[in-house]
């Protein structure tokens, strides 16, 4: 059985406190990393990132469909040079997580990621999903992922979102034992905050994502599936600007995961050119990596630690 497949004996109503609160704290928010004040004076971090998954979300499907394949491409072929040019002509930094697999086929790509100054992130090794792998195969997968992104793109990555989000059992204990900076796969906030693992702080860093500032749930379809949400770009847009106007409101962080195979089409360019520009047009917002806010937060928290 994975380890992901472990679950206490019994049926949940009939758990032992020890036990539905050991389930609960095994990597349970901590003290908030909001941090007194932004750099620069800023009121807002706006965090931009973009999953590069490119061809591994059928190869991890064991899919050989072409047709499955060249979606994937296209987030390589038109995608990424679309989001790489925008984010050169308005002077942002963002943070590119990839599959290591995603970087082997397109090295010359991440490479050229890494060396116009934007965070190479871990993102899996072919988009796996941790909760099904046996405990021993998800950490060999990390840390080879982590090896080979440093190897294609000469950045040595410090933060990991794993893949679809799926964190196991033992996510948590790989990436402490990796000794990253900070992850970005759980929602406990709006605002980076500690992550705690059996009620003890980790110095692990979370920047929170969040299925409603993600392009995949409104633009992702399955051709044999029943839902197909085509969401007008215009709807989106909405969202994620109602978004960035809330982090802005409470001088927090606004944090938007893309993908290039899904944002990078030329009806869906203008929304990332939307919120940048509305970013921009507030005059208080500062654009980072992830790993930049991850490392202010860590240093510059308005809780104090317990």
């Known amino acids: 059985m994975s380890e992901g497949k472990k679950h206490p004996a019994g049926d949940p109503w009939d758990w032992p406190e020890p036990t539905w609160r050991g389930v609960v704290e095994r990597a349970r928010a901590g003290r908030s990393l909001r941090p007194r004040a932004w750099p620069n004076g800023a009121r807002c971090a706006v965090a931009l990132s973009f999953d590069a998954d490119h061809e591994t979300i059928p190869l991890r499907d064991s899919d050989e469909s072409p047709m499955r394949i060249s979606q994937g491409q296209y987030g390589a072929r038109q995608g990424v040079p679309r989001i790489r040019q925008l984010l050169a002509r308005e002077g942002v930094k963002a943070t590119f997580f990839y599959p290591a697999v995603a970087a082997l086929l397109h090295p010359d790509e991440a490479r050229g990621v890494a060396e116009e100054g934007h965070e190479i992130g871990i993102h899996s ?10 405990y021993e195969v998800e ?4 840390f080879r992922a982590a090896e080979t992104l440093e190897k294609v793109t000469g950045q040595r ?3 990991m979102r794993t893949a679809s989000w799926d964190f196991s059992l033992r996510t948590l204990d790989i990436i402490r034992e990796m000794g990253l900076l900070y992850d970005s796969s759980l929602m406990a906030d709006d605002d980076p905050y500690e992550l705690n693992s059996g009620g ?4 692990i860093v979370e920047l929170p994502p969040e299925w409603i500032r993600d392009d995949a749930v409104y633009f992702n379809m399955n051709r044999f599936g029943g839902l197909r949400p085509y969401t007008p770009p215009s709807s989106v847009a909405e969202v994620f600007l109602g978004e960035l106007e809330g982090a ?5 962080l606004f944090l938007l995961t893309m993908h290039p195979h899904h944002i990078g089409h030329r009806s869906r360019m203008p929304v990332l050119e939307k919120v940048i520009a509305a970013a921009k047009a507030k005059g208080d917002c500062w654009f980072a990596t992830h790993a930049e806010v991850a490392a202010w937060c860590k240093e510059n928290a308005e809780a104090p630690a317990a």
């Open 125 to 134: 090794w072919i988009h796996e999903r941790n909760t099904v792998l046996p």
């Open 139 to 142: 950490r060999d997968l990390a």
């Open 157 to 159: 990555p410090v933060g």
């Open 200 to 203: 003890t702080p980790t110095g």
């Open 248 to 252: 802005h409101a409470e001088g927090g």
